[in-house]
């Protein structure tokens, strides 16, 4: 395998390590936002945002994650069968049924970017009366779709070069 491939890979790996565990930590900023939510309304006074800053906070931990997931394996995947075969045999089917995540996450980015751009050019607000701006939201979102596409090309050079017996 050329060099550049297998530094495309670890570059993306580790990348992809970095972001997703910075990512989990979301989910102490998701159980922060919420048990304000539930101080503040014990006292009378529930906050506006809390509601959608959780969601924001969970979407942001979902997709930063989303190849770090990729990367340990964690991905669902219909294991009926594929458990069962060999390693040569998973790579095989995999650099087959790697195009299909490809487009996906294709269509997904450009359609991404396209919502990004557009609220990015007419300052788009939430509908909802906190009305924060959706664009930074929309940012981490194509962020972290091209990460798992990035990831998806990294496992097909994986896949490749296991067929061709060289680890990685």
Same mark, same amino acid.
């Given at each position: 395998?050329?060099?550049?491939? @297998?530094? !495309? =890979?670890? &570059?993306?790996?580790?990348?992809?390590?970095? /972001?997703?565990?910075?990512?989990?930590?979301?989910? !102490?900023?998701?159980?922060? /936002?919420?048990?304000?939510? $539930? $101080?503040?309304?014990?006292?009378?006074? %529930?906050? +506006?945002?809390?509601?959608?800053?959780?969601?924001?906070?969970?979407?942001?931990? &979902?997709?930063?994650? *989303?190849?770090?997931?990729?990367?340990?394996?964690?991905?669902?995947?219909?294991?009926?069968?594929? *458990?069962?075969?060999? /390693?040569?045999?998973?790579?095989?089917?995999?650099?087959?049924?790697?195009?299909?995540?490809?487009? &996906?996450?294709?269509?997904?980015?450009?359609?991404?970017?396209?919502?990004?751009?557009?609220?990015?050019? #007419?300052?788009?607000?939430?509908?909802? =009366?906190?009305? %924060?701006?959706?664009? %930074? @939201?929309? @940012?981490? $979102?194509?962020?972290?779709?091209?990460?798992? +596409?990035?990831?998806? #090309?990294?496992? +097909? #050079?994986?896949? #490749?070069?296991?067929?061709?017996?060289?680890? $990685?």
């Amino acid at each position: 395998m050329p060099k550049a491939l @297998i530094g !495309f =890979v670890r &570059f993306v790996e580790a990348l992809n390590y970095r /972001v997703g565990r910075m990512a989990m930590y979301l989910l !102490f900023v998701l159980a922060g /936002v919420l048990l304000w939510s $539930i $101080i503040a309304k014990a006292f009378g006074r %529930p906050p +506006l945002w809390t509601q959608e800053m959780a969601q924001f906070t969970m979407v942001s931990y &979902f997709v930063l994650g *989303g190849a770090y997931s990729l990367q340990l394996g964690a991905n669902v995947r219909m294991d009926l069968l594929y *458990g069962r075969w060999s /390693v040569l045999k998973q790579a095989a089917v995999d650099c087959v049924t790697v195009f299909a995540m490809l487009f &996906f996450l294709g269509v997904v980015l450009y359609g991404g970017l396209d919502s990004t751009l557009y609220a990015l050019d #007419i300052g788009e607000r939430s509908r909802t =009366v906190w009305r %924060p701006y959706m664009a %930074p @939201i929309k @940012i981490i $979102i194509c962020f972290g779709t091209f990460l798992m +596409l990035l990831q998806s #090309i990294a496992y +097909l #050079i994986r896949d #490749i070069a296991t067929l061709r017996g060289v680890k $990685i």
